[in-house]
């Protein structure tokens, strides 16, 4: 009996001693019947007569004025008990619990700190306060936890509120840490919905915790949906605020650079960003670099960042030996730790090499080109080798980092499928026309209705640009594209001194009618007569650049260059720039953001299965080794390659993850992951209460709780839908005892209302 009754009410103990006050009112009753005697008398008679004619009316309203005095005892004692009741399926005879699901904001803002507590600590005391609560009232209460980073697999599903639970959530949450990813609140609810949903239980509630940033509500508006949602049927909801105050951070928001160029003892500039989310100005700010966890001599300084605001910094960096290097860099810590560095992995060569094939076995322009882009490797890092066409169908490509294919008249179909190979996996192809290319076979063969190795079909023969009029006039009219960033600018003396007099067009009829409609094929330079010069567009993941005038000063029939542009100091800016744009495509060394995997496809015939994988030192690094699984591919010809296929997941914590792969003949190769906390989580600006009940409509069922308030949990009432009609019934009941009491009882006419 003891345990029925505390399934079924909050303050059970009180249920047994008030039952015994529903005899009062029968007590009361027959001692009202015994209070008089027995005397006989003449006028008696009479009434004693008229009495046994309406006895059996009397007697019934008697007893039914009995029996509402009886409910109202036993309403007052509902009341104080605090019963669990389900009206419309009766729960009370199935055991009717309430359900407490909490949704447990783990994103990396919520590693949001002020003094020594962070928000993701606030949430976790004030889940151990409600189970705490609720272990007042054993085996009447559920409770669920999603914690949003693994809201497909719950910490607790709809366990019973006991001594036991609370020690086994005690455990966990004291090694639950806040992850440092960008999560969805809304996939927390979801999986609360699906939860509450199946689930019959009389008082349905949603503790959803979180420190409530603008950014949540304002740019994911299916958050405030799903909440409206669930406010609609008949769930309670909580929304429980961690953080009190917005506050300032400022944030590393980039660390990048043409990694793939990156050569022994020639400097590697990086660029660094940080942004001031706060709303004052911050100074002297001081970023410190690193390089295989040892500090650099220098410091990296930041004199104001405006609020609000985002500032870049360039700064170089020397590798004296090759292989894979990390680097990061980091500023003091502030209200969020977790963007205050920022990581990158780097593999340097001893040289990068770059192929040159020139369509001329007696030309020069190579020069021009080897000149331009390695003087001397030790100053630029670059390692061309000049080769003819047939070696392009004779030796693999993917060693090389871009190709340059000059004055090509044309291409073996073998040499042709080589290429389009490289640049779909990412390789840099650069044209540069000449006298001896063939227009037709260009137009047929490479451009393939704009799906080849060149951007757009050429006219039939090669047009002269006339002598310019006026010295005011230039032959190179350059874009904003990154390529010309250093010298764009109308009155930039290293553009002014180039002349062109001889290029290849572009088919007018292409220009007129499908220039527009071709997709990824952009002009970035054109000629004094806006004639495009250079084009730029993609295949695969690669870059092409297309230049319609020859790599260096090759003589016309009359005696002329086709061009001057190398002998001008422009043309080694622009191919030192395009050796580091066209390379980005392909890097494989930039980072990640947190909770991405890592995905392994390995050839089979190379590696074995056996992959081991350290996590970053910053973090206390740990080995884990992973079994990859054999699986057929196929690539886009139809050849099917046995490959090994694995993933890795648990990449939450910021840093580099090195690599082990272990080949066939059982050497090493080692590879570097850099994972970055995500930019997006940096904005620490919280919605306000107004702001947040005006997304979800104020809906009754929808209650704010500020951080640091818990008086909610004490107050929280398992049965207090039941209470609002028990008070109802309770109101409705005494008015009716009233009435019924008046009517049975004497009331004499006073002597002024006889007269």
């Not at 009434?47 to 007052?76: A, D, F, G, K, P």
């Not at 860099?329 to 990068?352: C, F, H, Q, W």
Request: charged content about 20%.
């Amino acid at each position: 009996m003891e345990a029925w009754l505390t399934q079924h009410f909050v303050n059970s103990a009180l249920v047994s001693t008030g039952a015994l006050m529903i005899a009062a009112p029968i007590i009361i009753h027959l001692i009202n019947r015994f209070q008089y005697k027995r005397v006989q008398f003449a006028a008696m008679e009479f009434l004693l007569q008229s009495q046994q004619t309406n006895q059996r009316r009397v007697l019934i309203e008697q007893l039914l004025l009995l029996l509402l005095r009886i409910i109202l005892i036993i309403c007052l004692l509902l009341l104080i008990g605090r019963l669990i009741l389900d009206p419309t399926q009766m729960s009370m005879f199935h055991g009717a619990k309430s359900h407490h699901v909490i949704v447990l904001d783990d994103s990396g803002s919520m590693r949001n700190a002020w003094g020594e507590q962070t928000g993701f600590q606030e949430g976790l005391q004030v889940i151990r306060k409600i189970a705490s609560e609720g272990a007042n009232r054993p085996n009447t209460e559920k409770f669920s936890l999603i914690v949003l980073s693994r809201a497909d697999a719950p910490l607790f599903l709809q366990r019973d509120i006991n001594e036991e639970l609370i020690n086994e959530l005690d455990a966990k949450l004291s090694n639950l840490n806040c992850s440092h990813q960008s999560l969805d609140l809304n996939q927390g609810l979801e999986a609360a919905v699906d939860l509450l949903n199946e689930d019959r239980a009389i008082i349905k509630t949603l503790h959803l915790i979180s420190d409530f940033r603008k950014s949540d509500w304002q740019e994911k508006k299916g958050v405030a949906s799903t909440i409206e949602k669930l406010s609609n049927s008949d769930t309670a909801i909580n929304l429980i605020k961690t953080v009190p105050d917005s506050q300032s951070n400022l944030a590393i928001t980039e660390l990048s650079g043409a990694t793939e160029v990156a050569a022994v003892d020639v400097p590697l500039r990086l660029r660094i960003s940080l942004k001031n989310f706060g709303e004052q100005v911050a100074e002297d700010v001081r970023v410190s670099a690193f390089v295989d966890q040892t500090k650099l001599p220098m410091s990296i300084v930041f004199d104001k960042i405006e609020a609000g605001s985002e500032i870049s910094q360039d700064f170089d960096v020397v590798f004296n030996k090759p292989g894979l290097h990390e680097i990061n860099v980091s500023l003091t810590n502030d209200a969020l730790d977790g963007d205050n560095e920022r990581y990158m992995a780097i593999n340097v060569k001893p040289s990068n090499p770059v192929l040159i094939v020139d369509g001329n076995p007696s030309g020069n322009e190579w020069m021009y080109i080897q000149t331009a882009i390695a003087p001397d490797a030790s100053t630029t890092g670059f390692a061309p080798s000049v080769e003819n066409v047939d070696y392009l169908r004779r030796h693999p490509l993917n060693q090389f980092k871009n190709i340059y294919l000059l004055n090509v008249a044309e291409l073996p179909l073998d040499a042709i499928a080589a290429l389009e190979k490289f640049v779909s996996d990412g390789g840099g192809l650069i044209w540069f026309a000449g006298p001896s290319l063939q227009p037709a076979f260009y137009n047929e063969k490479l451009y393939k209705d704009g799906i080849g190795l060149f951007p757009a079909p050429l006219e039939m023969s090669t047009r002269e640009l006339p002598v310019r009029e006026s010295s005011t006039t230039v032959d190179l009219n350059v874009s904003d594209h990154p390529l010309f960033s250093v010298f764009a600018g109308q009155d930039n003396p290293l553009i002014e001194a180039v002349t062109i007099s001889r290029y290849f067009p572009i088919s007018e009829q292409w220009l007129q009618t499908k220039a527009e409609k071709a997709s990824g094929v952009n002009v970035i330079a054109t000629l004094r007569n806006r004639a495009p010069l250079i084009l730029e567009h993609r295949l695969g993941k690669g870059r092409i650049i297309t230049c319609l005038t020859s790599a260096g000063p090759v003589m016309t029939n009359e005696g002329e260059p086709w061009n001057t542009w190398a002998f001008n100091p422009s043309y080694i800016v622009f191919q030192l720039e395009l050796q580091k744009y066209l390379v980005q495509s392909r890097s494989h060394e930039q980072a990640e953001i947190v909770g991405a995997p890592i995905p392994f496809s390995l050839d089979a015939s190379r590696f074995s299965d056996e992959i081991e994988i350290q996590t970053p030192v910053t973090q206390g690094g740990r080995t884990i080794r992973l079994k990859a699984s054999p699986e057929e591919q196929s690539d886009t010809a139809g050849n099917s390659t046995l490959q090994l296929v694995t993933a890795y997941r648990d990449t939450d914590q910021p840093g580099v993850y090195t690599v082990q792969l272990k080949q066939q003949d059982q050497t090493i190769e080692p590879r570097m992951y850099a994972f970055n906390f995500p930019v997006s989580e940096s904005n620490l600006e919280l919605a306000t209460t107004d702001e947040l009940m005006n997304e979800l409509g104020n809906s009754k069922q929808i209650q704010i709780q500020e951080p640091g308030e818990f008086q909610w949990i004490q107050g929280q009432e398992a049965g207090r839908e039941i209470t609002n009609a028990i008070l109802l019934i309770l109101f409705v009941l005494l008015i009716c005892e009233q009435l019924l009491a008046y009517r049975l009882s004497y009331h004499p006419k006073t002597a002024g209302a006889a007269a």
